[in-house]
């Protein structure tokens, strides 16, 4: 409760910088293409941590934001990732959501598979700081909101708990570009404040195209979502997706 007081109270005091905020109403829209390795585990009944072989898998993000110049009240983004995570172990012996995944008959090749969904929806509240050709600066709170799934399976049967609580986390934002050139560098940051081992941050290079009723974004870099929870609707786990992306932004 003192960790999510104190993501508001963080909210309360960069309102007073809202002077900064855009002169006019700004709407963009954007997607990544995300070339993600995932690596991980979750814990067993018994409370042992179980590995598996991810395969790669591509993944993706789309989103939408609003700026506004209204002093005080916050700038919105809303942003939807796609994460999953698919895997196999062999010699499986445990115990998930109280099914058994092991042999029938000890000795017995065995094998398991985990679908682990870790999509969620980013609700973001920000304010600008700094907004200029060369420097910009955005600081405000998010809301991680998980609706996936862990299913575990073997060839007869699934266990399956459903991944729908939230996180509260600390969002930044910030650009330098090289003025008359369109090129900028950019990093986002969100830090989980109530739970403190996740994170979800990107870094790269960024081309601005300035047209007549929009404005063109490309860009590429490198993101990394962690996912270490305990006791986090009713699952204990350590994920981990990482890789390249390229996305394209547009701006109204």
Known sequence: MKKTLLATALLGMLSVSSAHAATVVGFKVGGDYWDADTSGSFNSDDG????YNYE?????????AFEHP??????????ENRLEGKGTQNGSDFDFNGVGFRPNNPG???STSVIN????????????????DLVA???GAAYKQMHGSLRVQDSAKPSEVDLDSGIVMVYASAEVGVPGLGLYAFADVML??????????NAGLGWKFDGVALDTAVRVGYREFNFDVDD???TTQNMSFKGAFAGVELAF
């Open 137 to 139: 600066l955005d600081l």
């Open 192 to 201: 989980g404040v109530d739970e403190t081992s996740v994170y979800d941050y």
């Open 48 to 51: 042992v941590a179980q590995t």
């Open 108 to 110: 017995d090749e065995y």
């Open 232 to 234: 986090f609707s009713s």
């Open 117 to 132: 969904d870790l999509s969620n929806t980013d609700f973001v509240l920000y304010y600008e700081i700094l907004d200029n």
């Open 70 to 79: 209204i002093p005080l009240v916050p700038n919105i983004k809303i942003r």
């Open 56 to 64: 790669s898998k591509s993944q993706g993000s789309l989103w939408v």
